[in-house]
T-cell receptor
Framework: GDSVTQMEGPVTLSEEAFLTINCTYT??????LFWYVQYPGEGLQLLLK?????DKGSNKGFEATYRKETTSFHLEKGSVQVSDSAVYFC????????????FGKGTRLHILP | DSGVTQTPKHLITATGQRVTLRCSPR?????VYWYQQSLDQGLQFLIQ???????AKGNILERFSAQQFPDLHSELNLSSLELGDSALYFC????????????FGPGTRLTVL
């Protein structure tokens, strides 16, 4: 079945470091891909999305490119800040008109000042 | 503030009991989604309603049920509660379907003793 696998955390980085959080997926058809962020004590917020192959989603300095050939949607940021500390979830919606959203297990990111 | 409200914020109850969680979507959004977040299961999609009708079903137990009312608010009913039902329950809303941006509420933390 459809699934999302993302790197296990926690990930600890120093401020201004380069960030990559890996995400790979398994899906039939052509899914839409998402990254959500959950700050401490809050609900999830959509960070970025891509709906077709080679699309790049970007927001707040974060980027992710929909790679169909490697079934990946890795999240990157060139220079992280302490305020980026949160849990990041990769997710997909299958491309078969099924509205179920499938989340990865989440990656906790901790940025040190 | 996402515009999605959930009540109550916290709920403590005993095994075997029944509780109702309430969600008011953002103004204009027709779809409402329910999610369960726990440490062992991660974030699980439970169910989606669109304009009063059930649209998609995820890993929702038979002891759980939901509905969306004509004013578009939604309720999630959890019955015969077990210790393992202790979790954070999120509601989200979107304009139409799941590929539209979902806006999450702050969640209801349920503790079953």
């Amino acid at each position: 079945g459809d699934s999302v696998t993302q790197m296990e955390g926690p990930v600890t980085l120093s401020e201004e470091a380069f960030l990559t959080i890996n995400c790979t997926y398994t899906a039939t058809g052509y899914p839409s891909l998402f990254w959500y962020v959950q700050y401490p004590g809050e609900g999830l917020q959509l960070l970025l999305k891509a709906t077709k192959a080679d699309d790049k989603g970007s927001n707040k300095g974060f980027e992710a490119t929909y790679r169909k050939e490697t079934t990946s949607f890795h999240l990157e940021k060139g220079s992280v800040q302490v305020s980026d500390s949160a849990v990041y979830f990769c997710a997909l919606i299958p491309g078969n008109r099924d509205d179920k959203i499938i989340f990865g297990k989440g990656t906790r990111l901790h940025i040190l000042p | 503030d996402s515009g999605v409200t959930q009540t109550p914020k916290h709920l403590i109850t005993a095994t075997g009991q029944r509780v109702t969680l309430r969600c008011s979507p953002r103004s204009g959004d027709l779809s409402v989604y329910w999610y369960q977040q726990s440490l062992d299961q991660g974030l699980q999609f439970l169910i989606q309603y669109y304009n009063g009708e059930e649209r998609a079903k995820g890993n929702i137990l038979e002891r759980f049920s939901a509905q969306q009312f004509p004013d578009l608010h939604s309720e999630l009913n959890l019955s015969s509660l077990e210790l393992g039902d202790s979790a954070l329950y999120f509601c989200a809303s979107s304009l139409q379907g799941a590929t539209d941006t979902q806006y999450f509420g702050p969640g209801t933390r349920l503790t079953v003793l």
